[in-house]
């Protein structure tokens, strides 16, 4: 059984950062890209970032181009995303998700709210 539980969300105030993480079992974790997508308050599911199985190539939307990293650890079958400069409009529930926009998978999510 695929399992992804997300955690480090959390209250920061704007310009502030937090660090997401995603540990995934039931599956070869390594084989697989692997994404995070998060939902607003009355919005639907943004895309916000995608990895490589080998963490060598990665892509973000615009919307957080530069201001956010996503990174895996393999070893631990863990995915990262380091939220860093964070503004109000990125108050959303964050999920990991295995795959791309295709996923097959995703966490139940961990809260982001940002506001001072």
């Known amino acids: 059984e695929v399992q992804l539980v997300e955690s480090g969300g959390g209250l920061v105030q704007p310009g502030g950062s937090l660090r997401l993480s995603c540990v995934a079992s039931?599956?070869?974790?390594?084989?697989?890209?692997m994404s995070w997508v998060r939902q607003a308050p009355g919005k639907g599911l943004e895309w916000v970032s995608i990895?490589?199985?080998?963490?060598?190539?990665?892509n973000y939307a615009d919307s957080v181009k530069g201001r956010f990293t996503i990174s895996r650890d393999n070893a631990k079958n863990t995915l990262f995303l380091q939220l860093s400069s964070l503004k109000t409009e990125d108050t959303a529930m964050y999920y990991c998700?295995?795959?791309?926009?295709?996923?097959?998978?995703r966490g139940q999510g961990t809260q982001v709210t940002v506001s001072s």
């Open positions: 998700a295995k795959g791309g926009s295709d996923y097959d998978a």
């Open positions: 039931g599956f070869n974790f390594r084989d697989y890209w």
């Open positions: 990895i490589s199985g080998g963490g060598n190539l990665v």
